[in-house]
Structures are given as C-alpha cells and as structure tokens.
C-alpha cells in the first residue's frame, strides 16, 4: 500500500468535506473514519464517494458490505482505491 495513495484520501477527505478542525497530517491511516473515530456520517460517505469517483474514476456500490468495510479507515480506503484501480 502506498503511504502517497494514503496521504491523497486524507487530504481529499479534509478539502472534500471541509474538515476545519483536522488536518490531513492528524488523520491516522487505522483511524475509525466515522461515529467515534472521526466523526464523519453517512452524508460525509456519499460526498467522499463523489469525490474519489471523479479523482480516481472508480465506482462504488453503496450497498456492499466490501464497500461498506472500506470506509471504515483511509488505509482499507486506499487499498480499495489501489484494488479497483488495477482491475479497471
């Protein structure tokens, strides 16, 4: 896994969602992205959907559960993003 591709989703998740409080530099590559962990919901999933379809052209299925356990940090996001890359 790439630690760039990583960096890329944590700062596409702060200027995509308009974090003010968070840095990319504070976001933990193993860090629970939403309730407890940082705090984002179920808005935040789709616009953060949005955003890597159009930076990395990939589709995501909102209903998967692969889907669904691949938000849950930027690292399992980024070997997403990295797994559906190479199939494309």
Known sequence: MSEQLEQ???EL???TLALEEVTPA???SEQIL???GLG???VDALELGVALNKKYGITIDAESEE???SFACVSNLAKFVSEKRASA
Request: cysteine-free.
């Open 40 to 42: 984002l919901d179920s």
């Open 26 to 28: 504070e976001i933990e």
């Open 13 to 15: 998740i702060v200027s």
């Open 34 to 36: 939403f309730g407890e």
């Open 67 to 69: 889907t669904r356990q």
């Open 8 to 10: 890329e989703i944590k």
